[in-house]
């Protein structure tokens, strides 16, 4: 064998870790840090990626992905965060449980929240318009139409006197998510039950309560987790003929009875572009937080047949869609 065409191949191997090393430095890296579990946010993720892609990313080819999901366990999110901040990620993208968990990791690397909440109440940026530091992101107006999905539900079973209010205990807006829908069922003269789920064994629990309280409906609160189990949520209140109303149309499109409240798709979709634009050289500090403003009311006709309920005109008539 020639040694000069040995050493320089062996040179040549010894090189090509470096190369890769220095390829895959060159690709930007994104955080996806969430509260919830892979395959409840799968649409999330991929209107995230769309977002991505309208921007010029596309995952695998010039930019990668490091997914963080909590599972519906919330004390991992610190340890989650601190995991993306080893890595070096270029961004981080979080979700309202998951954000206050990036923010107290790092003040440098730039975040970008998926949110109900007000960001200005929780600190995160100094206002909408200049969020200052190293966050941003995306709002909706969903915690802010909370009560309203009530008055919703209450025109559509005025006969309901008893209404069960479903909500995390460990999210962020739980407490004055509560206070506010209580408020406002005191207000239509019904009484009103909190009951807590934050792990999918609680449901059967909560349902089993709901039926001994002689809950005649039931309004779910905005949280990841819960949102993740859309599915398991809408059949449970069908089988136990609860007429129930939730923020995501998806629910509907399972099988709920109704929803009222922005797009979740849209949401995450815009914090893609979002994060795009800081891969681009756009600093946090000075991209303005995006509201999600529209809100869609969506009745599903065929639950509601099922449920014995006759949906009023009025209402079929301010609906954005009818499922039937």
Known sequence: MNRRWF???LGGAA?????????????PVVGFLNSASADGYAMAARAFRQGLKDTGFVEGQNVAIEYRWAEGQYNRLPALAADLVHCRVDVIVANTAAMLAARAATTTIPIVFTTSLDPVQLGLVASLSRPGGNV?????LNVEVGPKRLELLHELAPAVNVV?????????????LSRDLQAVAGKLGRQSHVLYASNERDFDRVFAELVQRRAGALVIGSDAFLTSHIEQLAALALRHA?????????????GGLMSY?????????TGGTHAGRILKGEKPADLPVQQITKVELIINLKTAKALGLTVPLPLLARADEVIE
Not at 164 to 176: A, E, H, M
């Open 7 to 9: 050493i320089t191949m």
């Open 15 to 27: 090189a090509w870790p470096l190369a890769a090393r220095a390829q895959q430095a060159a690709i």
């Open 136 to 140: 941003t992101g995306v709002t909706s």
């Open 164 to 176: 069960g209010f479903l909500v995390n205990p460990n999210n962020p807006n739980t407490q004055s």
């Open 242 to 254: 609860l007429p129930a109303v939730y923020q995501y149309p998806e629910f509907t499109a399972a």
């Open 261 to 269: 409240g922005g797009s979740l798709t849209e949401m995450y979709r």
